[in-house]
């Protein structure tokens, strides 16, 4: 036993104190928060330089309905297009030709320019006729009050939902949230479990190639030499999660701090959960009954049976895949001949991920259901339907069938493992590899 | 008495019989020479007695009793493939490889710094093996085939990737560990080194064992009763046409094997019956003897008689 204490510490330490793990671990986390705010932050920067957009408006009517913004200043011009249109140094920036009622006539505005006009130009100016002409034609009917009827009958509808708990308790629930919160779990283990269960098969072969397997198996027995590995890059998969759900945190909350400005206590631990958990900045953004409503959401996702079930179904998953992945190395020498084998591997994995996306919209349908129950699937769709709290017996029977597939792919992968590793020379099929097993 | 017996040992792979009822015998403190030719069933022979894969039926037997698990700490094994972590500093891969094998931290690292010492390679201790040249790898890898002293030595090819001058230290190195009371079991193809260290041998051919015992009985008992006889050239035609040759000599017989420098080697086969004295009275007679000495076979001969001869009778 404590041979395997001596793989799993030289595997673990090995890998973790590798530049590209740092790198990595310390660099995502960032990229995850840039790809959040960059965007968010450079929307918000206006170009500095202002505009002019001469109105060339024949009626008259249009043109005072132009207000200047932060980029624009309208000009009203009684100037002729075509002078415009030949003359060498251009000043203005855009022209709004109006030549008629636009009410009779709405091809008679057209906005002309040298360059591109940007979108936010035109939307500009959709919206300011839009509007005039809308009331124009609104206070054409003649109907009194008119408006203020339109105005009072838009209605946003957001029904909420209550869950009944076993005692018949009642929880503010929202699908949303359990639906991101889900997704976001599928894609974390989805990810860990073919980033690390390669590593794995790259260790593998990495000895086996290098020879050093044969003094190593002197000393320990191939099953500790197969487990240390497996449950070293385990740890070293585990370590990055935790860094990353840590720094992401930090991170995100760190810049929301900054960029909401005026923050209370509770506020911050708000955004802090929202978004830890959902990475979701527009609900910190709005009013303050939403956030008492987003926490009160948030509260009644039980973190800690979520929290208990991924590392679960993490450790049961991976140790499944790696075993798996561990016996292919084994019987392999070059990298190019890994393909073949990977195949049903990645085949069962992204079923497994469009098993979960499609089990969201329907969390207690058949396919979810029983993709949750089958071990090779239940890792990855069983996180779709964790955050819409589902019975108890359901993830028992789950657990137990994952851990003991597990364990018993262990099992055949450690056969195929021991006689593996000596094989060199030709590729073996997975006939062969099957026939390992049964080797004394 | 015999350090390591294996008994009957039989090893099936799906396509062919590696090892057939092979037994072999390691006398305790003697360097034991495992020969024969490329894909006999050698390495499967080591591998089952490092408990790496396990035999068919047969039995190992390990310092007088069935071999256990544990033994693999008392065994130290050099495979003919060598191998190391590339990437891993020379020190920190010595003292893991020491620690599988029983070693705790401290000790491993008090032990590598004495060999390393003793090699004058401490300057390497936290370079990486890839920074090193390949006979400088087969030094680390000797090293940590011997650091936890163990009964029991297995060293496949020790002396390949070494240059001589290296080569004839390792030698030294392990008659040392024999003359520590080492057991050690050496598997080569190189037969003037086998001649040089071994006390005993067992010859496999074709997944059985086909010759063992002490490599001197084996060496007397292949001999041919042939003398090489050295003689001035020109003196030669005295042999051929006016030698007298007895009567009962019928069998006595020459050839010239090499002539340099006007000296001729002759191989000279006689019959058991006449003495080395009478021959060299009717030769001195006749001729000015340079040298007289009985040829020994070499282990290369026997090696190349024994394989080829067993091949041919199967064939």
């Excluded at chain 1, 200043?73 to 009622?101: C, H, M, P, W």
């Excluded at chain 1, 009642?170 to 980033?195: D, H, Q, W």
């Excluded at chain 2, 090819?157 to 079991?185: C, M, W, Y």
């Excluded at chain 2, 030698?243 to 020459?254: G, K, L, Q, Y």
Aim: charged share 20%; proline share 4%.
């Amino acid at each position: 036993m404590n041979k395997i204490g001596l793989i799993v510490k030289r595997e673990y330490l090995r890998r973790v104190s590798k530049k590209s793990f740092i790198l990595i671990t310390f660099l995502a986390p960032l990229l995850f928060a840039a790809l959040v705010f960059v965007p968010l932050w450079l929307s918000g920067i206006k170009g500095d330089e202002v505009k002019k957009v001469a109105i060339i408006d024949t009626t008259g009517k249009y043109a005072p309905l132009f207000k200047n913004t932060d980029e624009y200043i309208f000009i009203n011009s009684n100037g002729n297009l075509e002078q415009y249109r030949t003359a060498k140094d251009k000043e203005v920036f855009a022209f709004l030709n109006i030549t008629g009622d636009l009410l009779e006539n709405p091809n008679a505005a057209t906005l002309y320019s040298e360059k591109q006009i940007p979108i936010g130009l035109k939307k500009e100016i959709d919206n300011v006729l839009s509007k005039y002409l809308k009331d124009e034609k609104l206070s054409s009917f003649n109907i009194p009050n008119l408006n203020k009827i339109i105005e009072e009958s838009k209605i946003n509808f957001d029904i909420k939902t209550i869950k009944w708990d076993a005692e018949g308790n009642e929880k503010s629930t929202s699908a949303e949230v359990a639906s991101i919160l889900g997704m976001m779990l599928t894609f974390i283990i989805y990810m860990f479990i073919m980033m690390y269960g390669a590593m794995v098969m790259q260790g593998v072969m990495e000895e086996k190639t290098n020879r050093i397997i044969e003094v190593i198996i002197s000393s320990v027995k191939p099953f500790d030499l197969m487990m240390g590995k497996i449950i070293g890059i385990g740890f070293v998969g585990l370590t990055q999660v935790f860094l990353w759900g840590i720094l992401t945190t930090v991170l995100v909350s760190g810049t929301l701090f900054f960029m909401g400005g005026s923050t209370t206590p509770e506020d911050l631990m708000n955004t802090q959960m929202a978004a830890q958990n959902l990475g979701n900045i527009s609900m910190t953004a709005q009013a303050p009954e939403m956030n008492t409503k987003v926490l009160e959401i948030i509260n009644s996702i039980n973190f800690t049976q979520i929290g208990i079930c991924f590392i679960l179904y993490f450790i049961g998953g991976y140790t499944l895949y790696a075993a798996l992945f561990a016996a292919i190395g084994s019987a392999l020498e070059q990298q190019e001949d890994t393909q073949q084998f990977m195949m049903p591997i990645l085949v069962l994995m992204i079923f497994s991920l469009y098993a979960g996306i499609y089990s969201m919209n329907n969390p207690d349908g058949p396919l979810a259901v029983w993709c949750s129950f089958i071990p090779f699937t239940s890792p990855i769709v069983m996180m779709v339907r964790l955050p819409y709290d589902i019975p108890i017996w359901e993830i028992l029977i789950s657990v137990s069938l994952l851990f003991a597939t597990a364990l018993l792919i262990v099992w055949g992968s450690a056969k195929i493992y021991r006689v593996g590793i000596l094989m060199y020379g030709k590729k073996p099929s997975i006939k062969e590899m099957l026939k390992w097993i049964k080797y004394k | 008495m015999n350090f390591l017996e294996t008994e009957d040992v039989v090893k099936q792979y799906s396509n062919h019989l590696a090892l057939n009822k092979v037994s072999i015998q390691v006398p305790e403190g003697k360097i034991f020479g495992l020969l024969g030719p490329n894909g006999a069933g050698k390495t499967t022979l080591i591998r089952i007695i490092n408990r790496i894969t396990a035999p068919d039926s047969g039995r190992v037997m390990f310092n007088g009793r069935e071999s256990r698990p544990e033994d693999i700490y008392q065994i130290g094994y050099l495979p003919e493939e060598r191998g190391l972590y590339k990437k891993m500093k020379v020190g920190e891969q010595a003292i893991y490889l020491a620690q599988l094998k029983g070693l705790s931290y401290l000790e491993a690292r008090k032990r590598l710094t004495h060999w390393f010492e003793k090699f004058d390679i401490m300057p390497w201790w936290n370079k990486k093996l890839e920074e090193l040249s390949k006979g400088m790898q087969q030094k680390i890898q000797f090293i940590t085939t011997i650091i936890h002293e163990p009964k029991l030595l297995i060293f496949d090819e020790p002396f390949s990737g070494f240059d001589p001058v290296n080569a004839e230290r390792l030698k030294q190195e392990i008659l040392e560990l024999k003359a520590a009371g080492h057991t050690i079991i050496f598997s080569t193809h190189n037969m003037a080194s086998v001649e040089e260290i071994c006390d005993n041998i067992a010859l496999i051919n074709r997944s059985q064992v086909v010759l063992s015992g002490n490599v001197r009985d084996i060496r007397n008992q292949f001999k041919s009763n042939t003398y090489i006889l050295k003689v001035h050239s020109d003196e030669i035609k005295f042999l051929s046409n006016e030698m007298e040759i007895p009567s009962e000599w019928n069998t006595f017989s020459f050839r010239i094997q090499k002539t340099e420098d006007g000296i001729s080697e002759l191989y000279i086969h006689k019959e058991k019956e006449i003495s080395n004295s009478e021959l060299l009275v009717s030769l001195a007679s006749k001729i000015n003897i340079l040298s007289f000495t009985e040829k020994i076979p070499s282990m290369n001969d026997i090696f190349i008689n024994t394989v080829s001869g067993s091949n041919t009778t199967k064939a």
